[in-house]
Every structure is written in C-alpha cells, then in structure tokens.
C-alpha cells in the first residue's frame, strides 16, 4: 500500500509563527516606547556563519526587531569574548543574544556560552538553561531542537510512546533533542558516529532524527516503513544527514532539505527574543 508522506514544512510554519510575532512586537514598541534587540555575536571571518548571521537579522527586521550586529576577529581571545557579552548582559535595550556557533579554537565557546544571561539566552545553550529544560522547568529552549519540537507538534504527530532514535550528541542539537523527546513521553535512544549496529538500532525507530553533522550517513533502508524522519543537517547542494530522497515515499512524514528544520531555528530564535522582551516590558 502506497503510503502518502506528510511533508513537515519548516518553512511555511516559520511564516505563520513571524505573522503572530509582528503582532507582538508591536505591542511592546507601543507601550514601551523602545524598540527590543537581539544581538548576534560573530567571531571571525567563517563564510556560513556569517550567511547564517545575516539570515538572523532578516528575521528581526521581519518581525519589527532591532538587530545587534557585534563581529570580533579571527584573533578574538576568550576574555574579549567575554567581555563583549558581558556589555550586552548589561544593556536593557538588548532582550536576548546569540553567540554565533562555531567560534575561533582559541576561544573557550561553554565559557562563553554561559556568561550569557539565563533571560537574554534566546539560542538555548548555556548549561544553567540546558539543566532546567531537563528538569520540566521554564526555561529557553535549544533553538533547533525546540524548532523541531514545535514542527511535531503543529502537525498533530504522537510523540508519547514512540521510540525516537537520535543520532548525534552536540551540546546544542543532539543532546537537547533527545531530552525534550523524553519530556514529550517518547522513549529515546542517543546514537552517534561510532555507536555499533547503527543501522539495527534506527530500524526500531518510529521517530528518527538526524543530527550526526556527517552528509547522507543515514541510509534509507536503515528506516522502517511509517517512520517519521526529522533531518537536522544541512549540507554542499542541498543535501542533509539522510537520505531523504530515497525514504521519502515509505515514511509517515518527514521534514525536506532545505526548508525544514533550517527555518524552523531561526523562528524558535526570533520568538524566544520576542518572548524575552514582552517580560522585560511586563506586557505578557
């Protein structure tokens, strides 16, 4: 029986999501009188990251936020870093700040992550933010996996009771995924690169997730019939850590690369700083 895939649109959803956030900001501008910023931090001169950063600040113009641009150095030090973000820590103008991902090797990256602000971590990705999100408490969530939480759940799919298989371990992708599907009842198991018999473990996903950083290293038939196939990577012409095209047609529904999860990031970033802001204006 030919079975018809539901096509999770990142990219559609993110629209709709930005609509409500309009609507939002501008009610803080109203009766506050400041327009909120979100800071985006970029060390050096990395090519993606820049792209990445400048698709960010589209997003706030989109949506009526201000948008922070702050680039040190390929030759930054850690305690530069630092103090960078501690200036922003202190400015009430700025309502949520991104540490753009990866930064300089010289640089101490979880140092400098968790010198941000618990309220102005927007990114989800210092340890203090991670530990609360584990624990069921309010906090804000890593932007992907929380982008992809949303996605899941806009489309009414189950998560309760399903075995969800994450592949990848990253501090600000794998590792939150996998909790926050735990949160939602689903039973979870984290693979990675050199987990033995990978193929044999995602054939018992009914959830699988891609987030191992590596191009097509998820072979379609390494994923049962009625699966739902979450791809978290992006890379060179268009490709992700599946196979999509070939598992396309034999799964229940999968996200596409591009237009996915990429989207999906950036609206989680966007509302998270919109939500931040509507605290510090006391308006929510």
């Known amino acids: 029986m ?15 999501i930005e609509i409500n956030l309009r609507a939002r900001v501008a009610r803080i501008i109203q009766q506050t009188g400041t327009i909120p910023a979100l800071a985006t931090v970029l060390v050096g001169n990395d090519p993606s990251s820049e792209i990445y950063v400048n698709m960010k600040g589209k997003a706030c113009e989109r949506v009526g936020l201000v948008s922070v641009k702050v680039h040190l150095p390929e030759t930054a030090t850690t305690e530069e870093l630092l103090d960078t973000i501690e200036k922003l820590n202190k400015d009430d103008n ?106 044999g473990l995602i054939r018992q996903a009914d959830i ?37 095209e070939k598992v396309k047609e034999k799964v229940m529904a999968y996200t596409p690369v591009p237009g996915g999860v990429g989207p999906m990031t950036i609206a989680t970033l966007i509302s998270q700083t919109v939500e931040s802001a509507e605290m510090n204006s006391k308006s929510f």
């Open 208 to 244: 699988v997730v891609g987030a191992v950083g590596l191009p097509e290293f998820i072979k379609a038939d390494w994923i049962k019939d009625n699966a739902i196939v979450i791809d978290a990577g992006y890379h060179k012409g268009g490709k992700g850590d599946i196979e999509i």
């Open 94 to 199: 700025i309502c949520g700040i991104l540490l753009q991902h990866p930064v300089p090797e010289q640089i101490n990256e979880r140092l400098c992550f968790d010198k941000i602000l618990p309220g102005k971590d927007v990114d989800g990705v210092t340890c203090h933010g991670f530990g609360r999100m584990v624990m069921g408490e309010k906090a804000y969530g890593s932007a992907t996996p929380a982008g992809i939480i949303s996605l899941l759940k806009h489309y009414n799919l189950t998560l309760e009771g399903k075995h969800a298989v994450v592949v990848g371990r990253s501090p600000i992708l794998g590792k939150p995924i996998a909790m926050m599907l735990l949160n939602e009842d689903a039973t979870v198991t984290i693979c990675h690169s050199k987990t033995a018999n990978l193929p």
């Open 2 to 16: 030919k079975i018809n895939p539901i096509l999770l649109d990142g990219k559609a959803l993110a629209k709709e």
